[in-house]
């Protein structure tokens, strides 16, 4: 099978799960990944003939993208601020929507040696990036899941990162264990009843205990999250959270309630409601 036979393969069988536009990506992601292959090369090559394996690795892949598994498990990556992460079902698989996250957490911290506490880590996607990004920060990411610490840990020693990964449940954390100049979270913020507008990759295969919260109860981690800020942050320390764009006023409330000051909403690059930030106000 050449090159452009195995194109046209990946888009007859995939046609009627995906968008033309997915499924470009998708052959640039697979190409790379199975044979390094950059996008000039699949234009370049069009009339080589591919290797076998590549033959079976294709009919694998297409088998269980027909079944809506998120390609990013089927590879086992992700990419996520320039970098290649380690993902599995134990983890979310980055968005690019964080990654603006990240860039206002490098911009508007530019000092040196910053302690930086990440909640609900994950992959580690964001505590990682921060640490390759800022000067000498000093890291620590925490969950409540074992099997996502073990993901972040890896995709640390990988990217040749040094953080420290500590297993905590920010609902049951009471007592801060250091003052931190930064803290930033990307919790569970989607309710119940928005489960029937989400994509099955998503509903189907991506954790549960990192995506959902109650009808009853959307502020679930917010709440806790706040609270720990008002008090773990150092005076002047700054708290960053990305947020269900339907939520923008009460998270804000939430951090108000807690006591912090200078609340901002941001939007995402697609004009929606997305970040949330707030400031420990120094004691007079």
Same mark, same amino acid.
């Given at each position: 099978?050449?090159?452009?036979?195995?194109?046209?393969?990946?888009?007859?069988?995939l046609?009627?799960?995906?968008?033309?536009?997915?499924?470009?990506?998708?052959?640039?992601?697979?190409?790379?990944?199975?044979?390094?292959?950059?996008?000039?090369?699949?234009?370049?090559?069009?009339?080589?003939?591919?290797?076998?394996?590549?033959?079976?690795?294709?009919?694998?892949?297409?088998?269980?993208?027909?079944?809506?598994?998120?390609?990013?498990?089927?590879?086992?990556?992700?990419?996520?601020?320039?970098?290649?992460?380690?993902?599995?079902?134990?983890?979310?698989?980055?968005?690019?929507?964080?990654?603006?996250?990240?860039?206002?957490?490098?911009?508007?911290?530019?000092?040196?040696?910053?302690?930086?506490?990440?909640?609900?880590t994950?992959?580690?996607?964001?505590?990682?990036?921060l640490?390759?990004?800022?000067?000498?920060?000093q890291?620590?990411?925490?969950?409540?899941?074992?099997?996502?610490?073990?993901?972040?840990?890896?995709?640390?020693?990988?990217?040749?990162?040094?953080?420290?990964c500590?297993?905590?449940?920010?609902?049951?954390?009471?007592?801060?264990?250091?003052?931190?100049?930064?803290?930033?979270?990307?919790? !569970?913020?989607i #309710?119940?009843?928005?489960? $029937?507008?989400?994509e099955?990759?998503? *509903? =189907?295969? %991506?954790?549960?205990? /990192?995506?959902?919260?109650?009808?009853?109860?959307?502020m679930?981690?917010?709440? !806790?999250?706040? #609270?720990?800020?008002?008090? $773990?942050?150092?005076?002047?320390?700054? *708290? =960053?959270? %990305?947020?269900?764009? /339907?939520?923008?006023?009460?998270?804000?409330?939430?951090?108000?309630k807690?006591?912090?000051?200078?609340?901002?909403?941001?939007?995402?690059?697609n004009?929606?409601?997305?970040?949330?930030?707030?400031?420990?106000?120094?004691?007079?």
């Open positions: 099978m050449t090159t452009r036979e195995a194109i046209l393969q990946f888009r007859s069988e046609g009627a799960y995906y968008d033309s536009r997915e499924l470009e990506g998708m052959t640039r992601v697979i190409f790379e990944d199975v044979l390094l292959w950059q996008p000039i090369d699949i234009v370049m090559r069009e009339n080589e003939q591919l290797p076998e394996f590549f033959d079976c690795r294709l009919a694998s892949i297409i088998a269980r993208l027909k079944r809506h598994e998120p390609l990013q498990y089927i590879l086992g990556k992700a990419r996520f601020h320039g970098h290649s992460f380690a993902v599995t079902p134990a983890v979310l698989i980055p968005r690019p929507e964080t990654e603006q996250l990240v860039d206002m957490i490098v911009d508007e911290n530019p000092g040196s040696d910053l302690e930086v506490l990440d909640i609900g994950g992959s580690g996607c964001i505590a990682i990036s640490a390759r990004a800022m000067k000498f920060a890291v620590t990411a925490t969950d409540v899941s074992p099997a996502a610490l073990e993901v972040a840990q890896q995709n640390a020693t990988a990217l040749k990162t040094h953080m420290k500590v297993e905590q449940d920010i609902l049951t954390c009471r007592a801060p264990s250091q003052a931190w100049d930064i803290i930033v979270s990307n919790p !569970p913020y #309710t119940e009843q928005e489960k $029937a507008a989400m099955r990759n998503v *509903l =189907y295969y %991506e954790p549960a205990v /990192a995506l959902f919260v109650p009808d009853y109860d959307p679930l981690f917010y709440r !806790p999250i706040a #609270t720990y800020a008002s008090r $773990a942050l150092k005076n002047g320390g700054r *708290l =960053y959270l %990305e947020i269900n764009r /339907a939520m923008g006023n009460l998270v804000c409330d939430t951090l108000k807690a006591g912090l000051s200078d609340i901002q909403v941001h939007n995402d690059f004009g929606n409601v997305r970040f949330v930030t707030a400031i420990k106000s120094s004691r007079e």
